[in-house]
């Protein structure tokens, strides 16, 4: 047997798109920022592109109910049409086709979504809260340690939320992969303080970017959390991932039509919108608008088909991209040798996490040391295999008994035969 066995299937593409989006957009706005920047203040900044722009994109996923929608009621009409041919009495069948109806009607509205929403609005607001109460701009706090630690609070959360909530078994593949994930964390946290005491950057404001990495850790609370309740509804009231993206989309703009005005009012702020590059600027946010809906339907998906705790090999690619911006910095100008060894080292760290958390959720198989044991693909070949020998025992008795039932019916003719 194979070291590793892969079992990538049709919704692993979902994962890639994911990852060029994600790329792509970090690299453009690291290269670009005047691109993404609509006010001139950091916190205004956030507000609108992390809470108004992300909450459009939830809202535009009505396109994908309406579709799904418009679907069902195709292919239950085909199946009406089927039904009254194949059936002699129209009868029997329009009752079929109520009891049809009847299962797939969703049970009331969960009312669970009211605490998605309430925590999706609260992690998104991390962001412009930490420029509002540091009063820091983003060069000054926007280093790789505070990424990382705010990622690994995220991912590492999303295991113990999986534990203590949805009530998820530890196997030996996942203790496995927990302490490797923590593992590849190390390297990246104690590669990030390196490289911010040697590289010694004097844009840096280090007490700003302490509250601030505080603050924004709140996220990786929350959004685990989050999405964890999210999984609770996928598995108990059967929502589909575009109903709800939609839904809570619904729910979190009422929440900024209440807020918003509040927050404006009471604190007297002051919009200064910048007028250059302005075209530019409005087509960005379109794009990041479209980019946002597509990653918020992906993230749902893959907690969908796969767990909540799944999310950790989207999210890793915040540090990949991280990695290929410092990369192309790093070989575009002077770079000393302990540079590339930190750079090796990230990318190391940032493999271990990624894989790691394939292993988890049994995407990559390790056929050692008993890791295979419990996946569900041999959970399934074993209970296949039991039922084969079920079936092989069943048929050997049932030979055995047609034997003798035959050899007594022989015995019987014989002794009828001598008498």
């Known amino acids: 047997m194979a070291f590793l066995t892969f ?200 007490p700003k970017s302490f509250y601030y990495t505080a603050i924004i850790s709140i996220s990786g609370f929350v959004y685990p959390l989050e999405d964890t309740f999210v999984k609770q509804v996928f598995s108990e009231d059967y929502l589909y991932p575009a109903n709800m993206q939609f839904d809570r989309g619904l729910l979190v703009f009422v929440l900024i039509l209440v807020i918003t005005p509040i927050l404006y009012f009471s604190f007297n702020l002051d919009l200064t919108f910048i007028k250059e590059d302005i075209y530019i600027i409005i087509i960005t946010m379109i794009m990041y608008t479209l980019a946002a809906f597509v990653k918020a339907y992906i993230l749902l998906k893959i907690i969908y088909n796969y767990s909540s705790q799944s999310v950790s090999f989207l999210i890793i690619s915040e540090s990949f991209a991280g990695f290929i911006i410092r990369a192309i910095q790093r070989f575009n100008g002077e770079t000393e040798v302990w540079e590339y060894f930190s750079l090796a080292m990230e990318f190391l760290g940032v493999i271990i996490i990624l894989l790691s958390s394939l292993i988890y959720d049994e995407i990559i198989i390790i056929n050692k040391w008993g890791l295979n044991n419990n996946v569900k693909t041999n959970i399934t070949a074993r209970s296949e295999s039991e039922m084969k020998n079920m079936f092989k025992i069943s048929d050997t008795l049932t030979t055995n008994l047609i034997l003798q039932t035959d050899s007594e019916e022989k015995n019987n003719e014989k002794n009828d035969n001598i008498e």
């Open 7 to 206: 079992h990538f299937d049709k919704n692993f593409i979902y994962v890639l798109i994911y990852w060029v989006l994600e790329i792509a957009f970090r690299i453009v706005s690291h290269e670009k920022k005047v691109f993404f920047k609509m006010t001139k203040e950091e916190k205004y900044n956030e507000y609108i592109m992390i809470i108004i722009l992300s909450n459009i994109a939830d809202l535009l996923s009505i396109f994908l109910v309406l579709y799904m929608r418009c679907a069902s009621k195709g292919t239950r009409k085909k199946k009406k049409i089927e039904d009254e041919i194949k059936n002699e009495n129209p009868i029997d069948s329009k009752i079929e086709l109520i009891h049809d109806n009847y299962n797939i009607v969703k049970s009331g509205f969960p009312k669970k979504l009211i605490v998605i929403a309430i925590l999706d609005y609260i992690s998104r607001s991390t962001y412009w809260i930490s420029y509002a109460i540091t009063g820091a701009e983003s060069k000054e706090i926007s280093h790789t340690l505070q990424k990382n630690i705010t990622i690994s609070i995220d991912i590492i959360m999303r295991y113990i939320f999986s534990v203590f909530i949805l009530k998820i078994v530890v196997y030996k593949h996942r203790i496995f992969s927990l302490i490797t994930i923590v593992i590849g964390f190390v390297i990246l946290i104690i590669n990030d303080i390196c490289l911010m005491k040697y590289k010694n950057d004097s844009h840096y404001d280090f």
